[in-house]
């Protein structure tokens, strides 16, 4: 059996063609798989769930009557160290929630805009 002698050069065009749309679709074009997009979709709905919070923290630490101290102790407390301080106000719980959210802590710490220790 003879093949045309055009048969192989367009198989190996055609796979080094598959191999480069693939390459430019997941590198440059912004394609992604299951696995990647559910990710994606996970740690945009927990920023957007802290963004929504942030203002109970806030609400939390206005209304607390110890307010004034224990902004004292946070602002006291070295840079790495002030999340934890907050979280020990417990303004970093939510109600209904057992511990607290460290990355609701450090947005919380971030509104309340204190001065840099």
């Known amino acids: 059996m003879n093949t045309p002698e055009w048969l192989k ?3 190996y065009g055609g796979i080094v063609g598959g191999i480069a749309v693939t390459v430019i679709g997941f590198g440059w074009a912004g394609w992604s798989t299951a696995g990647g997009a559910s990710r994606l979709a996970q740690t ?3 920023e957007q769930t802290v963004a929504a919070l942030v203002p109970v923290c806030l ?3 206005t209304t607390d009557p ?3 101290s224990k ?3 946070i602002q006291q407390a070295t840079s790495p ?4 301080a907050l ?4 303004w970093a719980t ?3 929630s057992d511990a607290p959210n460290r990355d609701l802590a450090t947005a919380c710490l971030a509104a309340l805009e204190l001065p840099a220790a």
Do not use: L, N
């Open 44 to 46: 945009a709905a927990a």
């Open 59 to 61: 609400a939390m630490s």
């Open 87 to 90: 979280i020990a106000t417990g």
């Open 66 to 68: 110890e307010r004034v």
């Open 71 to 73: 902004i004292a102790t």
């Open 9 to 11: 050069p367009g198989i």
């Open 81 to 84: 160290r002030r999340r934890d």
């Open 94 to 96: 939510m109600p209904g």
